[in-house]
């Protein structure tokens, strides 16, 4: 079984920043994608950024595009998710999540290209 871990989550101002970090662990775990979603209160989980494992393409929603940078540290199976310029409307619980199936059709933005969870982390941007 692999576990997902997050962490980094907390209170923050407008304007400013935090960095969340998710650890996989378990069995040998070979990740083709690992990516960054979030919920806010009452809305539906979406999509934020997502990475391939291997070489260097990186996928964000419009909301985050030039705030977040997704970025992975591949020898500790560890995925980071640092947001700049916070908005009181990140405020969210945000998910990591992994998938170790390859196929051609991946877009990395939807939630059933993924196959493990973490618990999630909470993320308050106050106004």
């Known amino acids: 079984q692999v576990q997902l871990v997050e962490s980094g989550g907390g209170l923050v101002q407008a304007g400013g920043s935090l960095r969340l970090s998710c650890a996989a662990s378990?069995?040998?775990?070979?990740?083709?994608?690992m990516g960054w979603f979030r919920q806010a209160p009452g809305k539906e989980r979406e999509f934020v950024a997502a990475c391939k494992w291997s070489g260097s393409s990186t996928y964000y929603a419009d909301s985050v595009k030039g705030r977040f940078i997704t970025s992975r540290d591949n020898a500790k199976n560890t995925l980071y998710l640092q947001m700049n310029s916070l908005k009181p409307e990140d405020t969210a619980v945000y998910y990591c999540?992994?998938?170790?199936?390859?196929?051609?059709?991946?877009?990395?933005?939807?939630?059933?290209?993924?196959?493990?969870w973490g618990q999630g982390t909470q993320v308050t941007v106050s106004s």
């Open positions: 378990g069995r040998t775990f070979s990740s083709v994608a």
């Open positions: 999540a992994a998938d170790e199936r390859t196929y051609k059709s991946r877009t990395y933005r939807r939630e059933r290209e993924y196959d493990y």
